[in-house]
Each structure stands twice: as structure tokens, then as C-alpha cells.
């Protein structure tokens, strides 16, 4: 079966950093375009981040220059380096495939992160 494991999350204060890790399993990783999207609190899910399976990337235009991603297809692990964390930061992480051989959708459970100012 198809399994994303989202890790990294946690508590930092305002304008440190934080990696987030997504181990996928069930795919053919190097095959498949990979996200990153977060949702807070009241609030819609929204893209984060995402990478092809070639490596070319796309940012929230809110984001970009303070996230990165990156994929390791080695390890079938996508990440998400997080700078400059702004208390508004604070959502529930989620890795995420469209398969590409049948367009499925898959989740992880998420991973929380919390910045305090």
C-alpha cells in the first residue's frame, strides 16, 4: 500500500528553522511529482511546495526564498527545509502524490509545526 510518513515538526520560535522529512513507500518514488501543502486552523489546505519527478520546483508565492524542497530518490524521501519561521507558519504539514500512472491521491497523517513568537 501506498504510505507517506511525514516527520520533523515541532515547537520553534520565530525566524528559526525547522527540515521536514516525508518517507514515501508503495510507489515508484523517482517516477512520481511530490508535495507539500499545510493546513491551519480554520483555514483551507494550501500548497506549500512541490517537485517534479525531474527536480523542477514550485513555491507559494508567499514562500518562496525562505522554503526549500528536495528529494532524495535514494532514500524515496521528500523534504521541506523551513527558515525564517513566522508565527503564521503554524499549520499541520502534510506530504502528498498524485500517482502518476492512475492520478490517485495520497496523504500523509502530517507532521505539527508551532511558532512562537
Known amino acids: 500500500q501506498v504510505q507517506l510518513v511525514e516527520s520533523g515538526g515541532g515547537l520553534v520560535q520565530a525566524g528559526g528553522s525547522l527540515r521536514l522529512s516525508c518517507a514515501a513507500s508503495g510507489i515508484f518514488f523517482s517516477l512520481n511529482n511530490m508535495g507539500w501543502y499545510r493546513q491551519a486552523p480554520g483555514k483551507q489546505r494550501e500548497l506549500v511546495a512541490h517537485i517534479t519527478a525531474g527536480g523542477s520546483t514550485n513555491y507559494a508565492d508567499s514562500l518562496k526564498g525562505r522554503f526549500t524542497i528536495s528529494r532524495d530518490n535514494v532514500k524515496n524521501t521528500v523534504y521541506l527545509q523551513m527558515n525564517s519561521l513566522r508565527p503564521e507558519d503554524t499549520a499541520v504539514y502534510y506530504c502528498?502524490?498524485?500517482?502518476?500512472?492512475?492520478?490517485?491521491?495520497?496523504w500523509g497523517q502530517g507532521t505539527q509545526v508551532t511558532v512562537s513568537s
Open positions: 502528498n502524490v498524485q500517482r502518476r500512472w492512475d492520478n490517485s491521491i495520497y
